[in-house]
């Protein structure tokens, strides 16, 4: 079994600072990358950044330049830094990763989520 646990979600002011963090535990062999998604209410789920194994990144663009992804591999933990915050970044916010456990080859796992809530 596999867990992620999201945590740093909150409300902040438009131009402020949070950060999340996801913690990820079980029998995992072998990651292939983590990933920050979030869910605006009434809109699709989309990809808000991800490091992939080796620890290459990308990043939505409307995230360039204020967001930043990283990964602590001995932790298994993934930090999303998120700085000069707008309103627009009002979302749930999801940890996934894509993962070897002992049975399955390239699973995905999602957390719960964490809201944010940008003040305008």
């Known amino acids: 079994q596999v867990q992620l646990v999201e945590s740093g979600g909150g409300l902040v002011e438009a131009g402020g600072s949070l950060r999340l963090s996801c913690a990820a535990s079980g029998s995992i062999f072998r990651f292939y990358s983590m990933a920050w998604y979030r869910q605006a209410p009434g809109k699709q789920r989309e990809l808000v950044a991800i490091i992939i194994n080796g620890g290459s990144t990308n990043y939505a663009d409307s995230v360039k330049g204020r967001f930043t992804i990283s990964r602590d591999s001995a932790k298994n933990t993934v930090d999303l830094q998120m700085n000069s915050l707008k309103p627009e970044d009002t979302a749930v916010y999801y940890c996934?990763?894509?993962?070897?456990?002992?049975?399955?080859?390239?699973?995905?796992?999602w957390g719960q989520g964490t809201q944010v809530t940008v003040s305008s």
């Open positions: 996934q990763t894509t993962i070897d456990t002992e049975s399955v080859y390239k699973s995905i796992y």
